[in-house]
C-alpha cells in the first residue's frame, strides 16, 4: 500500500517529467534512434573532398498572378562550383520553398557526389513518405546536386547516365494552339516547315459523370476536325486531365480508335488505378498518365500490373533526376514506355532531357509551349544565353557543357520577384458542384 509521502515524492517526480522538454529518449522510437550512426563517416575513403556551403532558394514570377511561379534552387559548394535545380510545382510555391528550407540540414556540409545517398536521405528520414510538395523540393535539391555532380567530373548529366540514345537529341512536342480549322492548318505548315512531328491537343469542355450523347458526339467531332487538318503524318496525344468519368472516358476512347491517336492522356484521375485499367482494357489507343506522381514507389502498382503504355512523370515533381531514372528502368523492363510531362520553367525541362537522352524506351518529350516562342521563352532566353527548350528539326538539342549545361545570375532572377503563391484554376460545372479540369 502506497503512503501519503510516496505518493506525493512519485506525483512531484510527474509533475517534473511534465515540465521537461520532449527529447528522443521520450519517444517508443528512441533505442532505434539512439543507434544511428553520422550520416558522412563511411563515405569518408570513398567521397569526393567537396562540400555543399550554402543553399538558396528563388521563387521568380513571370508576372504577378501566374499560379506556378518557378522556385529554383542553388547550391554553392567550397569549390567554387554552383548547382541548380527547380521543383516548381503548380499552386503551391510556397510551400515547396519552405519544404526546400526544411531540408537546409541535409544538404549544407554534405558531398555532393552522393546523389542516391541524400535523396534516399530526405525521402526516409522525413518519415512521412511524399506527396508532390515534399516530392517538389526533393526534386530541385537532386538536380542540382546532379548539376554538380557533372560539373565536378567534366561531362553532361546525360553521358554520366549512359546516354545519348540519339546524338541528334530529345524527339518532342508542343501544344497545339488553334482555335480552328484555319488555324490548323496552318499550324501543320509551320510542323512541317519546322520539322516538328507531334502536337498535343483535349477534348473542349468540361464533362459531368454521366454525359448526354450530343457534348460526347461534339467532342469526338472536335478531335476528328483536328486529325484531319493536321494530317495523318504527324503524331497527336490528346489530354483528357482527368475531366472525363471512367464511364465518358470508356466511350471517348472507343469513339476516337480511328484517329490513330499517339496516346490519350489521364482519362481518369491516375489514382483509381483499377478504373483506369478498365478504360484501358476497352481501347486499342495506347494509354497515357503519371505527371501527378511522386517516387517511383508511385508508379509501382501501375507499371506491375500493366495498366497503361506510357508514363508520363514529371521530373520537378517525381523525385528529380534519380527518381525520373528510375521509374524509366522500372517501365523499360516491363516494356512501358516514357514521355515526361514538363509545364514548368526552363531548369526542370532541361535536366528532363538529360534523362531522356538515356533512356532507351524514351517516347517524346513534352513541353507546355506552342511552336511560336511566347514571352517566357523570351525570358528564359535572356537568363540562360540560348533558346531553352525549342526544339530543332523537331528535337530538343542535347547541351555539351558538364552538369546540366547552363550558367544562371541570382541577379537574373531578380528580374522577376516572387509574386507570392497563387491558387490553380477552380473550375465548377453548371449546378455549382466541382469540376475536374
Known amino acids: 500500500m502506497m503512503r501519503r509521502r510516496d505518493f506525493f515524492s512519485a506525483a512531484g517526480a510527474l509533475a517534473g517529467a511534465a515540465r521537461r522538454p520532449v527529447q528522443a529518449a521520450d519517444c517508443a522510437c528512441a533505442p532505434f534512434l539512439a543507434q544511428a550512426a553520422p550520416s558522412t563517416a563511411g563515405f569518408r575513403s570513398v567521397g569526393s573532398k567537396v562540400r555543399i556551403t550554402n543553399m538558396k532558394v528563388f521563387g521568380v514570377s513571370l508576372t504577378p498572378d501566374s499560379d506556378r511561379p518557378y522556385v529554383f534552387v542553388k547550391l554553392e559548394t567550397d569549390a567554387g562550383i554552383v548547382g541548380w535545380g527547380e521543383g516548381t510545382l503548380e499552386g503551391k510555391a510556397a510551400a515547396v520553398m519552405a519544404c526546400i528550407n526544411d531540408f537546409r540540414d541535409f544538404v549544407i556540409g554534405a558531398d555532393p557526389m552522393q546523389v542516391e545517398h541524400h535523396w534516399q536521405s530526405m525521402y526516409v528520414h522525413s518519415f512521412y513518405r511524399a506527396g508532390p510538395v515534399m516530392g517538389s523540393a526533393i526534386s530541385g535539391i537532386d538536380q542540382a546536386l546532379w548539376d554538380l555532380r557533372g560539373k565536378i567530373l567534366g561531362l553532361p548529366v546525360y553521358k554520366l547516365l549512359g546516354g545519348p540514345m540519339d546524338p541528334q537529341g530529345v524527339r518532342g512536342y508542343y501544344h497545339a494552339r488553334a482555335r480552328n480549322r484555319e488555324e490548323l492548318v496552318k499550324l501543320r505548315e509551320t510542323a512541317v516547315s519546322q520539322g516538328v512531328t507531334c502536337f498535343k491537343t483535349g477534348p473542349p469542355g468540361y464533362f459531368e459523370w454521366i454525359e448526354t450523347h450530343a457534348k460526347i458526339k461534339r467532342a469526338v467531332d472536335h478531335l476528328a476536325m483536328i486529325r484531319e487538318a493536321i494530317g495523318p503524318d504527324i503524331d497527336i496525344g490528346v489530354d483528357f486531365h482527368a475531366k472525363t468519368s471512367p464511364s465518358v472516358a470508356s466511350i471517348l476512347v472507343k469513339e476516337v480508335e480511328p484517329l490513330n491517336l499517339l496516346f490519350v492522356e489521364e482519362p481518369c484521375p491516375p489514382e483509381n488505378i483499377r478504373v483506369m485499367a478498365r478504360i484501358a482494357r476497352r481501347s486499342t489507343t495506347p494509354i497515357a498518365t503519371g505527371e501527378r506522381l511522386v517516387a517511383s514507389y508511385g508508379c509501382q502498382q501501375l507499371i506491375e500490373m500493366g495498366v497503361v503504355d506510357i508514363i508520363q512523370t514529371d521530373i520537378n515533381h517525381v523525385g528529380g533526376i534519380t527518381a525520373l531514372w528510375k521509374v524509366g528502368a522500372m517501365a523499360e523492363a516491363s516494356g512501358i514506355s516514357m514521355a515526361p510531362h514538363a509545364c514548368e520553367g526552363p531548369i526542370g525541362g532541361i535536366a528532363t532531357l538529360h534523362v ?26 535572356e537568363w540562360l544565353g540560348f533558346p531553352a527548350m525549342r526544339m530543332v528539326k523537331g528535337k530538343f538539342p ?40
Open 356 to 381: 531522356d537522352a538515356a533512356m532507351p524506351n524514351f517516347l517524346v518529350q513534352e513541353i507546355c509551349s506552342g511552336v511560336q516562342p511566347e514571352m517566357k521563352e523570351k525570358v528564359w532566353e
Open 398 to 437: 542535347l547541351p555539351d557543357k558538364p552538369g546540366l549545361g547552363f550558367e544562371l545570375t541570382e541577379a537574373a532572377l531578380a528580374r522577376y520577384p516572387f509574386g507570392g503563391t497563387r491558387p490553380m484554376a477552380r473550375v465548377f460545372h453548371e449546378d455549382g458542384s466541382v469540376a475536374e479540369w
